[in-house]
């Protein structure tokens, strides 16, 4: 806007000033505009870095000269002068990508020739602990296509591996200690050179995922993925490379009835009685049952009665991590002996809460001579803090969950004979539960695929028991006459 580039260009202006004096004591422009020293003062040299530079230089100079006299209207510059200006302060890097699009590898490209993959079972889920799972099928097919002519392959092969990526290493910026590979199968799909005609050339594959192998997993600890990667060599360009993660979850059964727990708080008489689900997930509302009995305490020495009254109650789930990060074979600490490196590893541990909550009102309180506080509390897992699911694998890393319940009671004592005067004694209670959580995957429609296949030959029964007859009957010599024959009749 040209009345506002205007306004800032006014010679007077605080702002042009000190602008004009960091540019006389830059040292970093092209063309030297004055270089005469002033007497009494060190030598500056100031450069211009455009047009209206130069121009508000002569200017300034101009003011320091005539200072006794008036200060001289800002000098207007056309508008190409201005618009050459905005050009030329205008930056361009064309090869930096800030956006969100990531650049196509095109090492991984083939002009002629291209790879892709189909997935043809359902999502990889372990039904059941690790102990009883029968694990998880993964099966599709690769899709090899010749575009325009005949591909001469020299190989093509596929492997599935799992990758633990340890965020927390033994040593760190060491990718051997940061990164372990365990390979599960390999698919030698070509094994030497071979010509493909024109199309696409299926490849199918298929997996049986252990039910003891731990489930994908990525937490501020460590990040477990299933890496399905293929390779094609074509006998002339670049390599045709797959590389697809496959997520796999687990999931176990909830129990049809909740968890009962009673906790006693001694020395207190108060017993509290929980019915809570141990099994949750992590989206989805859960409710807790809880009683509180003991309460009330009677004195007939002194003619008191002792009440213990809630006051507040929270609730959080927390989560555990827990991993072992083991050490490369170049950090391994060597046995003296025998000078081979010995297997040794850090253990790394970590707590958060995944949600939380608190009451101060919402429960119903009886405090007759059996008096009891009775409640139903909601609680869920924040899903906005990706909650992490139960874990344990053989390598030591370890998921857990658990749910913690603080209440606070107060006592208060009354008369005997007037028990609605009642007085508080200034003694407070927290009373703390921990129950074990286990948070997992729902499971949905789905169940484990040895109960969705059909039997195979070895699991089919033998064929039903014959019936003999043990009703006695007598054999006929006779000769019988077939059913079609023409009867006698009798003369």
């Not at 270089?35 to 200017?59: C, F, H, K, L, M």
Request: hydrophobic residues 30%; proline residues 10%; aromatic residues 6%.
């Amino acid at each position: 806007m040209p009345h506002i580039t205007s306004f800032f260009r006014s010679s007077h202006d605080p702002i042009n000033t000190i602008k004009a004096t960091v540019r006389r004591r830059s040292p970093s422009s092209r063309t030297p505009v004055s270089a005469t020293p002033r007497p009494g003062s060190t030598r500056t040299v100031s450069y211009p870095n455009s047009i209206n530079d130069e121009a508000e230089e002569q200017e300034n100079q101009q003011t320091r000269s005539n200072s006794s006299q008036s200060v001289a209207p800002p000098v207007r510059m056309p508008e190409s002068a201005r618009e050459k200006e905005v050009s030329h302060h205008r930056l361009s890097f064309p090869g930096l990508h800030l956006g969100g699009h990531k650049s196509k590898d095109h090492g991984h490209q083939h002009p002629h020739a291209s790879l892709d993959w189909k997935i043809e079972s359902p999502p990889a889920v372990m039904y059941g602990d690790a102990e009883n799972s029968t694990g998880a099928i993964v099966s599709g097919q690769l899709m090899l296509t010749a575009k325009d002519a005949p591909l001469e392959v020299e190989g093509f092969k596929a492997r599935l591996e799992i990758h633990v990526i340890r965020k927390r290493p033994y040593k760190d910026h060491c990718h051997d200690c940061v990164n372990q590979k365990t390979e599960l199968k390999t698919w030698e799909l070509i094994a030497g050179p071979a010509t493909l005609s024109q199309g696409v050339h299926y490849y199918p594959f298929s997996a049986l995922l252990e039910g003891h192998l731990p489930a994908s997993t990525d937490n501020s600890v460590v990040t477990v993925r299933y890496d399905f990667t293929a390779e094609a060599k074509p006998k002339n360009g670049s390599a045709l490379k797959l590389l697809k993660t496959i997520n796999v979850r687990r999931a176990l059964p909830v129990p049809e009835t909740p968890h009962h727990s009673v906790r006693i708080f001694p020395p207190t008489n108060i017993t509290a009685s929980v019915h809570y689900p141990n099994v949750i997930h992590p989206i989805g509302s859960n409710k807790l049952e809880l009683r509180l009995e003991g309460i009330i305490k009677s004195n007939p020495d002194v003619k008191t009665i002792e009440y213990w009254k809630l006051k507040r109650l929270s609730w959080k789930i927390e989560e555990h991590l827990t991993t072992v990060v083991p050490a490369c074979q170049k950090h391994s600490p060597k046995d003296p002996e025998t000078g081979e490196p010995t297997k040794k590893g850090l253990k790394r541990t970590e707590a958060r809460t995944i949600g939380s909550g608190d009451l101060a009102s919402g429960w119903k309180a009886d405090y007759s001579p059996n008096g009891n506080v009775e409640m139903e509390l909601e609680y869920q897992v924040n899903p906005s803090l990706k909650p992490v699911c139960d874990l344990k694998s053989n390598d030591g890393t370890e998921v857990t969950h658990q749910l913690v319940i603080e209440m606070v009671v107060a006592q208060e004592y009354a008369p005997t004979n007037q028990p609605k005067h009642v007085t508080p004694t200034g003694v407070a209670r927290i009373l703390r539960m921990h129950f074990g959580t286990i948070v997992t995957e729902r499971s949905g429609l789905g169940v484990s695929w040895d109960n969705e296949a059909p039997p195979i030959y070895q699991d089919v029964p033998p064929s039903p028991p014959s019936y003999h007859c043990e009703i006695p009957y007598e054999e006929v010599d006779e000769a019988l006459s077939p059913l079609d024959a023409p009867s006698k009749r009798s003369n």
